[in-house]
């Protein structure tokens, strides 16, 4: 236990039952990886890994609404590089399936 500062006593930050810091990450780790699973399932492999570059797009704005941080200019100026790269992704793949010819089923 710390020392006291100016006569004054530490009382614990925590109570004793209350869960460890690791818990709730624990727990959002685990969902992230059964939404993950799941999209795969749902869309494939490919279409899927696409998603994760929202991850730093997701933190910053979690980070902005949440926790207060204003993000800055180059920060807003990545989210938009992504934002801009997954749809041009995904418009690209939806043009390659409406394009005549470019089905790959067999009759």
């Known amino acids: 236990m710390p020392e006291p500062r100016n006569g004054q006593a530490f009382a614990p930050t925590t109570p004793p039952l209350a869960p460890s810091g690791t818990d709730p990450g624990v727990l959002a780790i685990g969902l992230a990886y059964l939404l993950w699973y799941r999209g795969v399932q749902l869309i494939g492999n490919s279409r899927t890994a696409a998603y994760s570059n929202l991850t730093p797009v997701v933190a910053l704005a979690v980070a902005w609404v949440w926790l207060g941080e204003v993000p800055r200019l180059l920060q807003l100026g990545g989210a938009a ?16 399936s409406r394009t005549p010819g470019a089905s790959t089923s067999r009759s």
């Not at 992504?82 to 992704?89: I, N, P, R």
């Open 81 to 96: 590089v992504v934002l801009v790269g997954l749809t041009l992704a995904r418009l690209g793949g939806e043009q390659r």
